[in-house]
């Protein structure tokens, strides 16, 4: 980790962005690093080892005979167009069951192992069935339009569902903040104060329309510091985790903050609902072009008509969460270049190159503080701690070039070695 190489955009006699950059790094421990990297690191693994479990999920699903069964049963008491929503409702149940124990390992056993969750056993399930009983609901209606789609328009059905999926994330991007998140977090607004007072200057100088910052409670599920400008419309507000506050001092809250206004200014949301409905749509046109030769290859007992089957749903889902690992580092890089900009957007608003440092290696408690580059290219959806500081202390060197009066030299070490004096939650 050590041997990252650290690139100084600007040469200045007063201030050496590379050794500052090496200066805040070095105050992570060792040892530290690399739990952050064991962590980080087995995230990439799980992302193919989820899509298997979902597909083995599914194939015992078909093998058994259930999803023929439960399609002949629901087709036979209403019509085959409506039957399909039924049985959406229903895979979706029992396939989140068969997928517990892996679900519960990876959300629960390895959160707790590496220090970063709060939750009690109980809790935990609490949560999973919230989510569950939304995604089922939801998840059905959707799957069971789609099929809808499938069934009338065999040919473009995949191009109309493209369109779909573009609708579907800008409706659950505006209700998602008014109706599902206050399910799982208190949401209340925050004490008046000189951090409320910061916030709000900053949305009113970057014209964005709040009157209120609020604070949930994302310490009912882990210790990670959060913070988001959610919504789309009327629907939009600052949020910040509870742990946020807890943790972080009143330059990198500003940091953050200019941060999450930064993807709204610069139009990330909408941006983001075109380039994700486009990756699923890649993904749906592979589905038409090689759903047949799949049921062909392998379903000869499974009885599926055709795509629009709904007997099919089970190797339909299954097949699409593999594809959906292929597509992972496009969607990354996507994630990644957006995340420079609002990181870039954050200093020119707050003007904290050394909050947004120390904040850089807050995250590296659970994200890999300095990865290889081409581990970083293709599996880090977020800019590593490294590159992060890097941007931070060159921004910094320029503006000192410049004669701007409100940077100095200084660094703020003592409280990057505090972030690692204790572990994480403590």
Same mark, same amino acid.
């Given at each position: 980790m050590?041997?990252?190489?650290?690139? %100084?955009?600007?040469?200045?006699?007063a201030f050496d962005a590379a050794a500052a950059t090496r200066a805040y790094l070095d105050s992570m421990p060792p040892e530290q690093a690399a739990q952050t990297a064991s962590y980080h690191e087995g995230q990439i693994w799980?992302?193919? $080892?989820?899509?298997?479990?979902?597909?083995l999920v599914a194939y015992l699903i078909l093998q058994s005979g259930l999803a023929r069964g439960l399609r002949d049963k629901l087709e036979g008491k209403m019509p085959v167009w409506s039957a399909v929503f039924p049985f959406a409702f229903v895979f979706f149940i029992v396939s989140s069951v068969l997928e517990l124990p892996y679900a519960y390992?990876?959300?629960?056993?390895?959160?707790?192992?590496?220090?970063?969750?709060?939750?009690?056993?109980?809790?935990?399930?609490?949560?999973?069935?919230?989510?569950?009983?939304?995604?089922?609901?939801?998840g059905a209606i959707v799957i069971g339009l789609l099929y809808l789609l499938m069934r009338k328009f065999t040919r473009s059905w995949w191009i109309l569902g493209t369109f779909g999926s573009g609708l579907f994330i800008y409706l659950l991007l505006t209700f998602s903040p008014l109706y599902l998140d206050p399910i799982f977090n208190d949401y209340t607004s925050i004490e008046e104060g000189e951090l409320r007072d910061n916030l709000l200057a900053m949305a009113e100088s970057e014209e964005i329309p709040v009157d209120d910052v609020v604070v949930y409670t994302s310490s009912d599920q882990s210790n990670r510091?959060?913070?988001?400008? %959610?919504?789309?419309?009327?629907?939009?507000?600052?949020?910040?985790?509870?742990?946020?506050?807890?943790q972080v001092e009143l330059d990198e809250s500003r940091y953050i903050m200019a941060h999450e206004m930064g993807h709204y200014k610069l139009g990330h949301? /909408?941006?983001? $609902?075109?380039?994700?409905?486009? @990756?699923?749509?890649?993904? @749906?046109?592979?589905?038409?072009?090689?759903?047949?030769?799949?049921?062909? /290859?392998?379903g000869k007992s499974w009885d599926i008509r055709d795509i629009g089957d709904a007997a099919g749903m089970p190797l339909f889902i299954g097949l699409f969460g593999v594809i959906s690992v292929f597509l992972t580092p496009l969607q990354y890089n996507y994630i990644r270049m957006g995340e420079v900009e609002?990181? @870039?957007?954050? @200093?020119?608003?707050?003007?904290?190159?050394?909050g947004m440092a120390t904040t850089a290696l807050r995250?590296?408690?659970?994200?890999?503080?300095?990865?290889?580059?081409?581990?970083? $290219?293709?599996?880090?959806?977020?800019? %590593?701690?490294? %590159?992060?500081?890097?941007?931070?202390?060159?921004? /910094?060197? /320029?503006?000192?070039?410049?004669?701007?009066?409100?940077?100095?030299?200084?660094?703020?070490?003592?409280?990057?070695?505090?972030i690692f004096a204790e572990p994480a939650g403590e």
């Open positions: 050590a041997g990252t190489e650290i690139i %100084s955009t600007v040469k200045s006699s799980l992302i193919p $080892i989820s899509a298997a479990v979902s597909l390992y990876e959300g629960f056993i390895r959160e707790h192992a590496y220090g970063l969750a709060t939750q009690s056993t109980l809790e935990w399930l609490t949560d999973w069935g919230k989510e569950l009983a939304i995604a089922s609901l939801i510091i959060t913070a988001n400008v %959610s919504g789309v419309g009327d629907s939009i507000r600052i949020a910040l985790g509870d742990t946020m506050i807890e949301t /909408k941006r983001s $609902i075109i380039f994700i409905s486009l @990756l699923i749509g890649f993904g @749906l046109a592979l589905m038409h072009f090689g759903f047949s030769w799949a049921n062909r /290859k392998f609002a990181d @870039l957007y954050g @200093l020119e608003v707050s003007r904290n190159p050394d995250l590296s408690t659970y994200r890999e503080l300095e990865p290889g580059r081409w581990e970083e $290219i293709f599996f880090r959806h977020h800019p %590593s701690g490294a %590159s992060r500081v890097t941007m931070a202390m060159n921004w /910094k060197a /320029k503006q000192l070039v410049a004669g701007a009066e409100d940077q100095t030299v200084d660094l703020k070490l003592e409280r990057a070695k505090a």
